[in-house]
């Protein structure tokens, strides 16, 4: 059974800094998505597990940086320059495919994490 499970969440003031993390069963492209209150769920990054390619959102861009620990199957979002805008529930996602497929929509995941908690207060 697949499984992704975030940790790191927490409440953050507006300027400061998270890093979530995801760790998974099994290798697969993974990333972020996340849902604020009364909006719809939103892509954010995401990464490949094999070529490590990228993608962002462009709210991401410039402030967000996706990582992984290929030996731990570990995926990681460092969050910088948090804004309220960023408060969320935060979900990690798994796709399965080749080793350079990074996804940037929700379109074709397979797995979701149960989602972490961010809070950016002001």
């Known amino acids: 059974q697949v499984q992704l499970v975030e940790s790191g969440g927490g409440l953050v003031q507006v300027g400061g800094s998270l890093r979530l993390s995801c760790a998974a069963s099994?290798?697969?492209?993974m990333g972020w998505f996340r849902q604020a209150p009364g909006k719809e769920r939103e892509f954010v990054a995401a990464?490949?597990?094999?070529?490590?390619?990228?993608a962002y959102a462009d709210s991401a861009k410039g402030r967000f940086t996706i990582s992984r620990d290929g030996g731990k199957n570990t995926v990681y979002l460092q969050m910088n320059r948090l804004k309220p805008e960023d408060t969320a529930v935060y979900y990690c996602a798994g796709q399965q495919g080749s080793g350079w497929v990074v996804f940037g929509s929700d379109a074709g995941i397979d797995y979701w994490g149960k989602g972490t908690l961010v809070t950016v207060s002001s």
């Open positions: 099994g290798r697969y492209a």
């Open positions: 990464i490949s597990w094999s070529t490590y390619n990228t």
